[in-house]
């Protein structure tokens, strides 16, 4: 072969490759989902930014506190790739998929369909596998295949490595159907379920664990009943750390009385000065909604909300309980459960505040401002 006939096949070639490579890139049509530098596109929902650090590209979830990050955006139909590892055996994590924008009435997480993501030094038995469940959560529901009789789905085969190599799930999500592929393998599926339409989130719950190139391909859109769409962001924002009292002023002698633990935030209700038994927030209640769950404790008789007292009655009992209280031109107005209990009564306080006669536990404790959508 001529050196100008060599050339001019090697030139043929490049195009060729060009060309197959060109054809390749343009059917990926996956987005990245995480940039690798920050947490832009992603939303706090109640864990701090303590909680989330990056890592050479890498998104690291220290597991600390119990809750979520999720996305701005819902999503409907779509291709869901990562790469994921836990860093130390047992550790717990999952990702919730058309999920609500804020965490269930007294839980940490989302009304979602959740994908298991669990190490298997954490064990496993009849009840769940560490290999890639799939399962609806606080509200959601959907039909599983390969059940065990209850609404969970189970994988088919054992694909999942250890702690610390790295897991790949692919989870395909199209009208109410999801399925997960383990490793290069579909091993779980589930299908009808409600909603299917929402936000994706990353869950932290106890575990070290490290997530890496992930990216989304969306599927286009189709017809989607009201009942099946998740709620979509009202605004909220956690004004409570899971972590410590931060943004939070007790006074010092009442500080040993309220203690942070991980999701909840409880009163031991001894408190001997009444100044004691408030925890008072930095943030001001002019013009804003404030949400907040409480479960009264044995013996606790009322909880008070930025000075209005609420009594066990008003609360429904001992069970978890959400308030709600917006305040408006200095008046306020407050839901229990949905249900109006106070209506245009005077706002007695310029600042948040918690406080309760007995021990009590509080969590989801969120604020946004009136214009907020």
Same mark, same amino acid.
């Given at each position: 072969?001529?050196?100008?006939?060599?050339?001019?096949?090697?030139?043929?070639?490049?195009?060729?490759?060009?060309?197959?490579?060109?054809?390749?890139?343009?059917?990926?049509?996956?987005?990245?989902?995480?940039?690798?530098?920050? =947490?832009?596109?992603?939303?706090? $929902?109640? %864990?701090?930014?303590?909680?989330? #650090?990056? &890592?050479? +590209?890498?998104?690291?979830?220290?597991?600390?506190?119990?809750?979520?990050?999720?996305?701005?955006?819902?999503?409907?139909?779509?291709?869901?790739?990562?790469?994921?590892?836990?860093?130390?055996?047992?550790?717990?994590?999952?990702?919730?998929?058309?999920?609500?924008?804020?965490?269930?009435?007294?839980?940490?997480?989302?009304?979602?369909?959740?994908?298991?993501?669990?190490?298997?030094?954490?064990?496993?038995?009849?009840?769940?596998?560490?290999?890639?469940?799939?399962?609806?959560?606080?509200?959601?529901?959907?039909?599983?295949?390969?059940?065990?009789?209850?609404?969970?789905?189970?994988?088919?085969?054992?694909?999942?490595?250890?702690?610390?190599?790295?897991?790949?799930?692919?989870?395909?999500?199209?009208?109410?159907?999801?399925? =997960?592929?383990?490793?290069?393998? $579909?091993? %779980?599926?589930?299908?009808?379920? #409600?909603? &299917?339409? +929402?936000?994706?989130?990353?869950?932290?719950?106890?575990?070290?664990?490290?997530?890496?190139?992930?990216?989304?391909?969306?599927?286009?859109?189709?017809?989607?009943?009201?009942?099946?769409?998740?709620?979509?962001?009202?605004?909220?924002?956690?004004?409570?750390?899971?972590?410590?009292?931060?943004?939070?002023?007790?006074?010092?002698?009442?500080?040993?009385?309220?203690?942070?633990?991980?999701?909840?935030?409880?009163?031991?209700?001894?408190?001997?000065?009444?100044?004691?038994?408030?925890?008072?927030?930095?943030?001001?209640?002019?013009?804003?909604?404030?949400?907040?769950?409480?479960?009264?404790?044995?013996?606790?008789?009322?909880?008070?909300?930025?000075?209005?007292?609420?009594?066990?009655?008003?609360?429904?009992?001992?069970?978890?309980?959400?308030?709600?209280?917006? $305040?408006?031109?200095?008046?306020?107005?407050?839901?229990?459960?949905?249900?109006?209990?106070?209506?245009?009564?005077?706002?007695?306080?310029?600042?948040?505040?918690?406080?309760?006669?007995?021990?009590?536990?509080?969590?989801?404790?969120?604020?946004?401002?009136?214009?907020?959508?």
């Amino acid at each position: 072969m001529t050196f100008r006939r060599a050339l001019f096949h090697s030139m043929v070639l490049i195009c060729l490759s060009g060309v197959i490579l060109s054809s390749a890139v343009a059917q990926d049509d996956f987005q990245p989902l995480f940039n690798g530098r920050d =947490l832009s596109g992603w939303v706090l $929902v109640n %864990t701090p930014r303590d909680t989330w #650090s990056i &890592r050479e +590209g890498m998104l690291v979830c220290s597991g600390r506190p119990t809750g979520e990050l999720r996305t701005e955006r819902m999503y409907q139909n779509f291709i869901l790739e990562v790469e994921w590892r836990h860093m130390v055996p047992g550790g717990n994590a999952g990702i919730f998929v058309w999920a609500d924008d804020i965490t269930s009435k007294g839980v940490p997480f989302h009304r979602s369909i959740e994908v298991q993501v669990l190490d298997h030094g954490y064990g496993q038995g009849k009840g769940h596998t560490t290999h890639g469940d799939i399962f609806p959560i606080h509200g959601a529901t959907m039909t599983p295949v390969n059940g065990r009789g209850g609404s969970r789905a189970f994988p088919t085969e054992e694909r999942a490595k250890a702690s610390p190599e790295w897991n790949h799930y692919r989870i395909e999500c199209r009208d109410g159907a999801i399925s =997960l592929a383990v490793n290069g393998k $579909v091993v %779980t599926r589930g299908t009808d379920a #409600s909603p &299917r339409k +929402g936000y994706i989130c990353i869950e932290s719950e106890g575990g070290t664990v490290q997530y890496r190139n992930l990216r989304i391909q969306e599927l286009p859109e189709t017809p989607v009943a009201a009942e099946h769409v998740a709620v979509a962001a009202r605004g909220f924002r956690s004004i409570y750390t899971g972590l410590n009292l931060r943004g939070w002023l007790p006074t010092v002698a009442g500080a040993g009385h309220w203690q942070s633990h991980d999701w909840t935030l409880s009163y031991d209700g001894r408190a001997t000065v009444a100044a004691d038994a408030v925890l008072l927030s930095q943030e001001s209640i002019g013009e804003r909604t404030f949400l907040v769950d409480v479960r009264p404790g044995d013996g606790c008789q009322s909880v008070t909300i930025a000075g209005q007292q609420l009594s066990l009655e008003q609360l429904g009992g001992r069970d978890w309980a959400r308030i709600q209280m917006q $305040v408006t031109s200095g008046r306020l107005t407050i839901h229990v459960n949905d249900k109006p209990v106070v209506a245009d009564a005077a706002a007695t306080q310029t600042a948040f505040s918690l406080s309760a006669a007995g021990p009590a536990q509080f969590a989801n404790i969120y604020v946004r401002a009136n214009s907020a959508p």
